[in-house]
């Protein structure tokens, strides 16, 4: 039997379908529930996501490569807005298929623009209708179902939840079908294209996330320092940056706990993830307009080739 084979011998399918869709939509909680595992970190709060990241569902039917992107949004000027825009479009043109994630109950202008931009899609587009077990009257689906359908020609249109893994097979059924056939695009054992350091990186940004979100909506950003393996124990530095001397006392706290409370949180999950100890020491610096500087920016490895 080949890669391009199940076990009864039917055809293979392999390819890239893109998660996209406004801030906050569920796209990287959706995409860790297929996997069954974290590859992509989810906060409440909007525009947590700010690579491009692949999640690689090994299926004995298919191998769907999805495509994580940030939020498609409007208002944010600075350098990070704009990187993360590119970074969300730019996976529009790249890809087999497209997913197209909204919210059930509650259509945004932010939704009717990430709309837009689909008018010029090659690919086949399916749309997700997420948190759809928040619909307390079930009967509001269908009507919703078929405006939706109205909006756009969609392959079709699929409700879900992505926080209890709900209808999640009814949508891999559907993207399945709209992707091509052929040989598997990755080796069958691998999960995503980002390697331990970038994980680390996103998992103590995602614990700053969620203990300081309102203090720091988007002034953070993580730097590794270092990452060493000493057989199953990883010695982990890093720098958390920030804008301004006040953020600063802020990540660090009253006598540094602050700070220590996102180490461990953020060790925690690393071990979880690799399976291993971590040690793991933070420094909490400030480099004033990071967010705004694209050459800052690309040094902390936000650009399009990674």
């Given at each position: 039997?080949?890669?391009?084979?199940?076990?009864?011998?039917?055809?293979?399918?392999?390819?890239?379908?893109?998660?996209?869709?406004?801030?906050?939509?569920?796209?990287?909680?959706?995409?860790?529930?297929?996997?069954?595992?974290?590859?992509?970190?989810?906060?409440?709060?909007?525009?947590?996501?700010?690579?491009?990241?692949?999640?690689?569902?090994?299926?004995?039917?298919?191998?769907?490569?999805?495509?994580?992107?940030?939020?498609?949004?409007?208002?944010?000027?600075?350098?990070?807005?704009?990187?993360?825009?590119?970074?969300?479009?730019?996976?529009?043109?790249?890809?087999?298929v497209v997913v197209f994630m909204i919210e059930a109950g509650r259509w945004t202008e932010d939704d009717e623009r990430v709309l837009q931009r689909l008018q010029a899609v090659k690919a086949p587009v399916v749309a997700v209708i997420n948190k759809a077990d928040r619909l307390r009257d079930k009967n509001r689906l269908l009507p919703e179902i078929e405006a939706l359908s109205a909006r756009y020609p969609f392959a079709a249109v699929v409700p879900v939840s992505a926080l209890k893994s709900d209808k999640l097979d009814a949508l891999e059924a559907?993207?399945?079908?709209?992707?091509?056939?052929?040989?598997?695009?990755?080796?069958?054992?691998?999960?995503?294209?980002?390697?331990?350091?970038?994980?680390?990186?996103?998992?103590?940004?995602?614990?700053?996330?969620?203990?300081?979100?309102?203090?720091?909506?988007?002034?953070?950003?993580?730097?590794?320092?270092?990452?060493?393996?000493?057989?199953?124990?990883?010695?982990?530095?890093?720098?958390?940056?920030?804008?301004?001397?006040?953020?600063?006392?802020?990540?660090?706290?009253?006598?540094?706990?602050?700070?220590?409370?996102?180490?461990?949180?953020?060790?925690?999950?690393?071990?979880?993830?690799?399976?291993?100890?971590?040690?793991?020491?933070?420094?909490?610096?400030?480099?004033?307009?990071?967010?705004?500087?694209?050459?800052?920016?690309?040094?902390?490895?936000?650009?399009?080739?990674?």
């Amino acid at each position: 039997m080949t890669e391009t084979d199940t076990a009864a011998g039917a055809a293979f399918a392999a390819g890239f379908v893109a998660l996209v869709g406004r801030p906050n939509v569920g796209k990287s909680t959706l995409l860790n529930a297929v996997l069954g595992q974290k590859v992509s970190i989810a906060t409440r709060k909007p525009q947590t996501t700010r690579h491009r990241i692949l999640g690689i569902h090994q299926r004995d039917d298919a191998q769907i490569v999805y495509v994580d992107t940030p939020g498609l949004h409007e208002g944010g000027r600075r350098a990070m807005n704009r990187y993360m825009n590119e970074a969300a479009a730019s996976a529009l043109g790249d890809v087999d298929v497209v997913v197209f994630m909204i919210e059930a109950g509650r259509w945004t202008e932010d939704d009717e623009r990430v709309l837009q931009r689909l008018q010029a899609v090659k690919a086949p587009v399916v749309a997700v209708i997420n948190k759809a077990d928040r619909l307390r009257d079930k009967n509001r689906l269908l009507p919703e179902i078929e405006a939706l359908s109205a909006r756009y020609p969609f392959a079709a249109v699929v409700p879900v939840s992505a926080l209890k893994s709900d209808k999640l097979d009814a949508l891999e059924a559907a993207l399945i079908e709209a992707l091509p056939q052929g040989p598997a695009l990755f080796p069958r054992d691998q999960v995503t294209d980002r390697d331990e350091r970038f994980m680390a990186t996103e998992l103590i940004r995602e614990q700053l996330t969620l203990m300081l979100g309102d203090e720091l909506p988007y002034a953070s950003t993580v730097e590794i320092e270092a990452f060493e393996q000493e057989g199953q124990l990883r010695r982990i530095a890093a720098i958390i940056w920030v804008e301004r001397v006040g953020q600063r006392r802020i990540v660090i706290g009253e006598g540094g706990e602050q700070t220590k409370r996102i180490g461990a949180a953020a060790r925690r999950q690393m071990e979880h993830w690799l399976g291993g100890r971590v040690y793991l020491k933070l420094w909490v610096k400030v480099r004033e307009g990071w967010s705004d500087d694209a050459r800052l920016l690309k040094s902390l490895g936000y650009s399009a080739d990674q």
